[in-house]
């Protein structure tokens, strides 16, 4: 009875120490990979997988959402010839020309609570102020997954500029009520790229 309670012990003991290891392997994997995110204006003429890019979208969908409301879709582009037309705005077409894709973040700003606690319920109808909040998560993941694949992308501002946001809603026929929030282009990077140093201290009040 003794052997086994030392035994269940020791396993507990191993259980809690691997358990511990695995939490700052993986903690240390995300705060690399978060430090070393940067944004990236230059590429190679490799493609992207397209499993690859649906692992970016995939990250984008699993950002936080006020109200789980959810208001984002998602635009991917990646036939060059139709850059021009849809981002004819003040954008750094260079940079987007030789993405292997172009990603639009794109919001629903109307889009209304969906009854996902109470599947028989009606939807919640009411507005949604923090839409752009939602987006703003929704890149940064989508730019953090890039970056763990290896891969360079850069946030670009499209919503709230109209010379940005119009060309976009033209060519991709958006409904009045879907915003281009982001347009993200991906692809292999050249050139060197390297992390900012952002640490600030002096940014910190500790109460
Ligand atoms: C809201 C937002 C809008 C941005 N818009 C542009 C843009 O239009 N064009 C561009 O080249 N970079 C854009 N950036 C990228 C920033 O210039 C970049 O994040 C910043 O210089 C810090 O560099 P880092 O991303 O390498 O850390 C944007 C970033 C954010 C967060």
Request: hydrophobic letters at 45%; a neutral charge.
């Amino acid at each position: 009875m003794k052997k086994t309670i030392l035994f269940a012990a020791a396993a507990l003991l191993l259980a809690a120490s691997c358990c511990h290891k695995n939490a700052t392997t993986t903690a240390d994997a995300v705060m690399a990979n978060i430090l070393s995110r940067k944004s990236v204006r230059s590429y190679t003429a490799d493609s992207v997988p397209a499993a690859v890019i649906d692992n970016l979208l995939r990250a984008a969908m699993a950002a936080p959402s006020g109200m789980d409301i959810r208001p984002w879709s998602f635009v991917v582009l990646t036939d060059k010839s139709q850059y021009d037309s849809v981002f004819e705005g003040n954008f750094n077409m260079r940079m987007f020309k030789e993405s292997a894709a172009v990603i639009v973040l794109c919001a629903d700003t109307t889009v209304t609570r969906p009854p996902r606690d109470n599947p028989e319920g009606a939807a919640v109808t009411m507005p949604n102020p923090i839409w752009r909040d939602d987006m703003g998560a929704a890149t940064e993941n989508l730019l953090l997954a890039a970056e763990a694949h290896g891969l360079g992308a850069c946030w670009t501002a499209c919503y709230p500029f109209a010379d940005r946001m119009d060309p976009i809603r033209r060519a991709l026929q958006l409904p009045a009520n879907v915003v281009p929030y982001s347009v993200v282009p991906v692809g292999v990077p050249a050139g060197d790229n390297q992390p900012k140093d952002k640490w600030d201290p002096s940014r910190i009040r500790r109460l």
